[in-house]
C-alpha cells in the first residue's frame, strides 16, 4: 500500500505537512476540522505537495525533513513540483 507525504497550504498562507495511506479521505477530514489541531484552526485551501512512498517509514522520515524546512524552503519545494 502506498503513502503519502503533502503539504496543505492554510489560510494565512502558512503549510501542514502530513503523511497519509488515503490522501483523499485525509484531505476530507482535514477540511471538515477533524484531522490534525493546526488545520483547525487554520482552514486549509488546498493540497500544494505530494509525494508517493512505497512504506509508512519512508513518508514518515521524509514527512519529518519537510517539518524542519522553513516557509521559504517549503515555497520553493511545492513551485519545483509544480514544474
Same mark, same amino acid.
Given at each position: 500500500m502506498p503513502y503519502y507525504v503533502?503539504?496543505?497550504?492554510c489560510?494565512?498562507?502558512?503549510?501542514?505537512?502530513?503523511?497519509?495511506?488515503?490522501l483523499d479521505l485525509r484531505m476530507q477530514l482535514h477540511m471538515k476540522g477533524k484531522a490534525a489541531r493546526y488545520t483547525r484552526m #487554520?482552514?486549509? *485551501?488546498?493540497?500544494?505537495?505530494?509525494?508517493?512512498?512505497?512504506s509508512r517509514a519512508e513518508a514518515m522520515k521524509r514527512e519529518k525533513r519537510i517539518k524542519r524546512l522553513n #516557509?521559504?524552503? *517549503?515555497?520553493a519545494l511545492t513551485n519545483a513540483k509544480l514544474q
Open positions: 503533502y503539504m496543505i497550504l489560510e494565512g498562507n502558512n503549510f501542514y505537512t502530513g503523511y497519509t495511506s488515503d #487554520h482552514k486549509p *485551501k488546498k493540497i500544494v505537495y505530494v509525494e508517493e512512498f512505497a #516557509h521559504s524552503q *517549503k515555497m
